[in-house]
């Protein structure tokens, strides 16, 4: 069942469309940003890659990534969802950004969606406060920075706009989460089947 804030995004989406920002930096892990971005490009969403500081990023396994956009450039927009890919040091350039810092604070604040995965929720959400009473998951090398840790086996968890998920072998199953709560469940279960996938979240 979606929650009211994911009723009038899916209300949103049949009308106009939905705005995500997928922020990545040098060492971001690729599947995890790929994941994200193909998934929710496919069911709709109008996708912004930006770098937090230079257009062209070396990913952690040594992918080239080019960014639409820098992050300065997309600070005055308003976005849906903001999810963060994970990986090493990607996080951590990540989690030094003061304006996507700023900018994730106000996304928590005005109660829209904002999502980690991998090593994202623990060295970027907990360093700055983002998670607080909410229950989370991330990679297991940084569970045990996560004061509220969700069920060991959770590889994706919802709690409230806040969504975080394991790493790379749950990129694909946190993207269609994040879907289903901007698009409702038929749509993830429409992307799933493209992509020869199991869906049956709701």
């Not at 230079?54 to 820098?70: C, E, F, N, P, Y």
């Not at 996507?100 to 005005?110: D, F, G, N, P, R």
């Not at 406060?129 to 086996?153: R, S, V, W």
């Not at 992307?191 to 709701?202: D, H, I, Q, R, T």
């Amino acid at each position: 069942m979606a929650s009211p804030g994911g009723k009038r995004l899916i209300e949103k989406g049949a009308l106009m469309g939905i705005k995500v920002l997928v922020p990545v930096a040098d060492g971001t892990e690729e599947i995890e940003a790929v994941c994200i971005i193909d998934v929710l490009r496919r069911a709709g969403a109008e996708v912004t890659v930006a770098a937090v500081s230079k257009m062209q990023i070396t990913a952690s396994r040594g992918v080239k990534i080019v960014a639409d956009k820098l992050l300065q450039d997309c600070f005055s927009e308003t976005y849906d969802l903001i999810a963060l890919p994970g990986g090493i040091p990607g996080a951590e350039h990540l989690r030094d950004s003061e304006l996507l810092v700023k900018m994730l604070v106000q996304q928590k604040q005005a109660g829209r969606l904002y999502a980690a995965i991998c090593a994202a929720p623990a060295v970027v959400f907990q360093t700055h406060g983002l998670l607080g009473e909410k229950q989370a998951t991330c990679h297991p090398f940084y569970q045990d920075q996560i004061p509220n840790q969700a069920a060991p086996g959770s590889r994706v968890v919802v709690d409230g706009n806040c969504i975080t998920s394991q790493g790379a072998g749950t990129a694909l199953e946190f993207a269609l989460r994040l879907t289903a709560l901007l698009f409702g469940s038929p749509k993830a279960a429409e992307v799933a089947a493209a992509l020869v996938m199991p869906w049956g979240k709701e």
